[in-house]
């Protein structure tokens, strides 16, 4: 062959595009970008459309040029198909099309975008891949992508060479990656349990990859990650004993050292401990995540069949939020956009056709090994059968089934974590391999289909509006993801630096004028400045204020279903009272009234939201309306102080001291070591002046003292007591000590000269 025919071959559209399918293998875990709010998710769904545009354009330009179109078919073509048939309704009748059809700025949902990006990546990879040598092209490049991923945890351990916050590339928390890592230690040692006869390189690799990965395993240290170790370790233990004579005995011994050890370790945690404290992870428990699946799926006929909606959980989250999670005094505040797992996610977003189609896929590929395995009689599983009894007797073939085992193992990873853009990646690229390594095995799986064309008319039409039309896309697909990446850009950069915030915020909004998020933290941005602008420039916080709640009532536009705008907008109308005159005052109390009513309806549970309502009607004079919120809110979180206090003021308000002081004792017998309660408490007691009164209030505010020794008001109370005892020492003690924490106080000043 020629020297010209030789670079025509290397670089032919085909061969382009299978140099694009391996860098993607290879950026993908690796890629991210520390100047976004997703770091780690949003570049990659980018880089992956930027490869899939020009992998489809040069297999265009390579139907053109050959006249012909060359296309696999797998028993996976249709339930792909049903899967984004299903995915595409759950998104139309979503409660945020825009949310389940794009996902979220700031955190990972699996969103219909992404999912047609991994399907069309697996599908890719199975046309691309077109034969047992590229084949394991691909998996070099996989396995040297896992390489400098754990290089890069392991640099960070040891010498944090990189100097960030970003532990690793893959992934924002620890445990999912880990997940990839004990899934990549998998594939390597499988790799190097096959005796077949690959090249130095592969080899050398697959150690390389296995040893650090081993060892990352024991820095992260995480027990769901022995667990699946420990699974790993066996399936790939029963995969070789099943095929004797086609593995390595030493790296075998090694395999069932390590889920002897890796079992050893989850009996024994406390004692096989090798990590070190990594950042804490909060999710939502498994228990708490299944009831909330539970109530949407049973909520109505729409979401049984279709879901809420891809990336839709933290409306669902709202909506049914667990009553048992406000007795949690650290996160019972907190909304979750996701639950315990891919698994509840999925079934509650995409609901019993979305599920139906993911678990068909599931089905048919356990099914393409199983059923050789169960020795089912039918044409095609009967020669598969025949391709096992080939490699139990040393044949090459065993690496594919490792794969398998890699895929297995991300399974059932999705059952017990909340995967990230890489994972799912990761999991629909060993997907691909295990449908091309069983038709390596039985050819008779993947059907290759050719057609040809003839120069016509017709032809160059439909191929020139195809060509326009992918153009076109990649295009406008191109400049909206470069709107979206300068966009999170400036978020992010506001979000570092509070006195560039506005004005970042609203360049970003020019960029993304329908995002209801921007909107949504511009108007937060405003509320917050216009409240700590409240007690020294009264005026230029009534503008910032109606700048927040028109910023806000813009974002309830695009996103009604979103409690987050309530919450702000009921903030805000509260805010604005003080300001409104008699006129306008009615219609402020009514736009309050609304947008407190409709986030009690979106998230009924939150106490918050029932105190509110009680403030509005409090300053409606709708005292008794008033007190029945207050006591919604004590019931749903028996220790929200906030509502205890404005229950016990309202009583206060009525004259109804005794009551007042009931609602305070109540609130001690959750919590004890409130000093504010004290105080106050001591305060009712100390103004009522029955018999004994005073002696309580004494021992309330040393009390409170006690808890907060820089409590002015309990220390000031305790002053004025002890003076109208006419104990001029003690009082002066103690107004001394007001005296210190305040020095600029005159009025101090004449209290302790008369004293």
């Known amino acids: 062959m020629s020297f010209f025919a030789n670079v025509r071959r290397i670089f032919s559209f085909s061969s382009l595009s299978f140099f694009f399918v391996l860098l993607t293998l290879f950026c993908i875990p690796l890629f991210y970008l520390p100047f976004l709010r997703s770091t780690w998710d949003l570049p990659k769904e980018v880089l992956l459309y930027t490869s899939l545009s020009i992998i489809f354009v040069l297999t265009l330009f390579e139907i053109v040029k050959t006249k012909k179109i060359q296309q696999k078919r797998t028993v996976l073509d249709k339930p792909f198909f049903l899967l984004l048939v299903a995915g595409f309704f759950s998104t139309m009748l979503s409660k945020n099309i825009s949310l389940s059809f794009w996902g979220l700025g700031d955190t990972f949902v699996l969103h219909f975008f992404a999912l047609f990006l991994f399907v069309a990546w697996a599908w890719i990879l199975i046309q691309k891949i077109e034969s047992e040598k590229l084949f394991r092209r691909a998996v070099f490049v996989f396995l040297l992508s896992g390489v400098f991923a754990s290089l890069f945890f392991l640099s960070f351990e040891f010498f944090n060479l990189f100097g960030t916050q970003v532990f690793n590339p893959v992934a924002k928390l620890n ?15 499988g790799t190097l349990v096959s005796k077949t006869k690959n090249n130095m390189a592969l080899v050398l690799l697959s150690l390389v990859c296995a040893v650090l990965t081993l060892i990352s395993i024991f820095r992260l240290d995480f027990q769901i990650l022995w667990g699946l170790l420990a699974f790993g370790m066996a399936l790939l233990f029963l995969l070789a004993m099943a095929f004797w004579g086609a593995v390595r005995k030493s790296v075998l011994a090694c ?34 995540s299944q009831t909330i699946v539970e109530t949407v799926l049973q909520n109505s006929t729409k979401n049984f069949l279709l879901g809420s909606g891809p990336g839709t959980f933290v409306y669902d989250f709202s909506l049914f939020r667990p009553i048992e999670l406000n007795q949690n005094s650290y996160f019972w505040s907190l ?80 059952c017990i974590a909340i995967y990230n853009f890489a994972l799912w990646f990761v999991w629909w690229t060993l997907l691909a391999f295990v449908v091309l390594g069983l ?262 505010w040393i009390g409170a003292v006690q808890i907060d020794p820089s409590s002015s008001n309990a220390l000031y109370s305790l002053g004025l007591l002890y003076e109208r005892r006419g104990e001029n020492i003690l009082a002066k003690q103690y107004l001394q000590r007001v005296k210190a924490l305040n020095p600029d106080n005159k009025d101090l000043d004449k209290k302790l000269n008369k004293l």
Not at 175 to 189: A, E, H, K, P
Not at 258 to 277: D, E, K
Not at 490 to 518: D, H, I, M, T, W
């Open 175 to 189: 445990s999912v990656f880990g997940i990839y890592i004990v899934t990549l230690f998998t594939l390597s040692l």
């Open 335 to 414: 909304r979750f956009d996701a639950p315990w797992s891919s698994l509840y996610a999925w079934v509650c977003e995409f609901g019993f056709f979305g599920t139906v189609s993911f678990l068909l896929i599931l089905l048919l590929v356990f099914g393409s090994v199983l059923s050789a395995v169960l020795h089912i009689r039918s044409t095609v599983w009967k020669r598969v059968r025949f391709a096992f009894e080939k490699i139990s007797a040393g044949d090459s073939s065993l690496e594919y089934f490792v794969f398998m085992i890699g895929w297995i193992l991300l399974t059932v990873g999705i």
């Open 255 to 288: 395999t069932f050292v390590l889920f002897l050890f890796s079992l050893s370790h989850l009996l024994l945690p406390n004692i096989l401990s090798f990590g070190r404290a990594l950042p804490s992870e909060i999710n939502l428990n498994r228990e708490m």
């Open 439 to 700: 038709s390596y095995i039985q050819p008779s799986l993947v059907k290759e289909h050719e057609k040809n064309f003839e120069i016509s008319p017709q032809y160059i039409f439909v191929v020139s509006f195809f060509f326009l039309l992918l153009s076109a896309a990649t295009v406008v697909g191109g400049v909206m993801w470069g709107k979206i990446i300068l966009a999170e850009s400036l978020v992010f950069e506001g979000q570092k630096e509070n006195s560039r915030a506005l004005p970042l915020l609203n360049e970003a909004l020019q960029l993304r004028p329908n995002s209801s998020e921007y909107l949504l933290l511009i108007s937060q941005n405003l509320f917050t400045q216009s409240l700590s602008l409240a007690s020294t420039n009264p005026n230029r916080s009534a503008e910032l204020l109606s700048s927040a709640i028109e910023f806000a009532r813009r974002a309830r536009e695009l996103d009604p279903s979103n409690v987050r705008v309530f919450d702000l907008l009921s903030a805000a109308y509260l805010q604005t009272l003080p300001y409104t005159n008699e006129v306008s005052l009615q219609q402020s109390l009514v736009y309050a009234t609304d947008a407190v009513i409709r986030a009690i309806q979106l998230e009924p549970t939150n106490p918050i939201f029932h105190a509110e309502l009680g403030l509005i009607q409090e300053f409606s004079h709708q005292f008794d309306q008033a007190q029945k919120s207050y006591e919604a809110s004590i019931a749903l979180k028996s220790d929200y102080s906030q509502a205890y206090f404005d229950l016990a003021r309202l009583y206060e308000k009525q004259n109804n001291i005794d009551m007042a002081i009931r609602t305070y004792e109540q609130y001690r017998v959750v919590d004890s070591g409130n000093s504010d309660v004290l105080y106050e408490l001591g305060r009712l007691y100390y103004n009522r002046k029955h018999e004994g009164d005073d002696k309580k209030a004494e021992k309330l």
